[in-house]
Nanobody
Framework: QVQLVESGGGLVRAGGSLRLSCVASGDIFILNGMGWYRQVPGIERELVATITEDSTTNYADSVKGRFTISRDNTKNTVLLQMNSLKPEDTAIYYC??????????????????WGQGTQVAVSP
């Protein structure tokens, strides 16, 4: 089993910055792609940014040039640096990872893991 825990959310004014952190723990064999998603009540969850095991990144058009995703494989951590925040960025942000525990690897399974989410609020 692999657990993801997010931190770093909060309330900021428009134009401000936040850095979200997601730390994976547990019986980790490998983490492949990792990413951040966000969701507003009543709205479908949307992809914000992803990063592969080789550090290839992909961003939603709405955050390009403002957000930066990175990872530290030695610490099983993925970060999301958010700059020039806008009120429309307000949402719950969820960490995601695709990977395997040692048990998953032995059984040939590939699993999607999700964190509990961290709240980001941006005031005008």
């Amino acid at each position: 089993q692999v657990q993801l825990v997010e931190s770093g959310g909060g309330l900021v004014r428009a134009g401000g910055s936040l850095r979200l952190s997601c730390v994976a723990s547990g019986d980790i064999f490998i983490l492949n792609g990792m990413g951040w998603y966000r969701q507003v009540p009543g709205i479908e969850r949307e992809l914000v940014a992803t990063i592969t095991e080789d550090s290839t990144t992909n961003y939603a058009d709405s955050v390009k040039g403002r957000f930066t995703i990175s990872r530290d494989n030695t610490k099983n951590t993925v970060l999301l640096q958010m700059n020039s925040l806008k009120p429309e960025d307000t949402a719950i942000y969820y960490c995601h990872a695709n990977g395997q525990s040692y048990t998953d690897y032995e059984r040939g399974y590939d699993v999607d893991y999700w964190g509990q989410g961290t709240q980001v609020a941006v005031s005008p």
